[in-house]
């Protein structure tokens, strides 16, 4: 079956430790993003990438990193720099080109205390 | 910036009744129109969507409708059930971008 995946479901860190966190594909999508969702609001973009290599900084980059060294994997890395961590982390992918549907994976809860 | 509002963030409504969600649009270029289904702890699937050249579109229970002088498309649910209560989300995107503007969401409640 295609879709995303993410793992783990839930994590837990130690305040001051980078994590990171997997998301993959297997619907051949160019485009991946990933969001951060807090309890109650809405989704706010962290970083795309339109194609291999290539990533933009979304809305709210600061304290995170990510990498695209292939088309199914787009990890993402919430760096100690990153004010409040704790959060619930989604990732998605499209086809680009032309604005469509977006694909979610399950998420990823992150607890850093 | 480019804006989505949405409302109401929270919306009860009896079983069978139908239930309408809000959101306007502060880009006048976007011309895609997607809502998203989130069931608590799982990610967002889109269930409805609809583009600037079409004014309605329907799918069962679910349709959207889009006034693009006003700047505004809503969801409509009709016939409400149990496993209609979610939150529910707008967004809106343009042609030649990847990105998409995302509402707030809509905690829906369907009382039984």
């Known amino acids: 079956d295609g879709g995303i995946t993410q793992s783990p479901k839930y994590l837990f860190r130690k305040e001051g430790q980078n994590v990171t966190l997997s998301c993959e594909q297997n619907?051949?999508?160019?485009?991946m993003y990933w969001y951060r969702q807090d309890p109650g609001q809405g989704l706010r973009l962290i970083y795309y990438s339109q194609i291999v290599n290539d990533f933009q900084k979304g809305d709210i980059a600061e304290g995170y990193s990510v990498s695209r060294e292939k088309k199914e994997s787009f990890p993402l890395t919430v760096t100690s720099a990153q004010k409040n961590p704790t959060a619930f982390y989604l990732c998605?992918?499209?086809?680009?080109?032309?604005?469509?549907?977006?694909?979610f994976g399950p998420g990823t809860r992150l607890t850093v205390t | 910036g480019e804006n989505v509002e949405q409302h109401p963030s929270t919306l009860s409504v009896q079983e069978g009744d139908s239930a309408v969600i809000k959101c306007t649009y502060s880009?006048?270029?976007?011309?895609?129109f997607p809502w998203y289904k989130q069931e608590l702890g799982k990610g967002p699937q889109l269930i409805i969507d609809i583009r600037s050249n079409v004014g309605e579109k329907k799918d069962q229970r679910i349709a959207v409708t889009l006034n693009k002088t006003a700047k505004h498309f809503s969801l409509h649910i009709t016939e409400t059930q149990p496993e209609d209560s979610a939150v529910y989300f707008c967004a809106a995107g343009l042609g030649s971008n990847y990105q998409l503007i995302w509402g707030a969401g809509t905690k829906l409640i369907i009382k039984p």
């Open positions: 880009d006048s270029a976007s011309n895609y």
């Open positions: 998605a992918s499209s086809i680009p080109g032309l604005a469509g549907e977006q694909y």
């Open positions: 619907l051949n999508h160019d485009a």
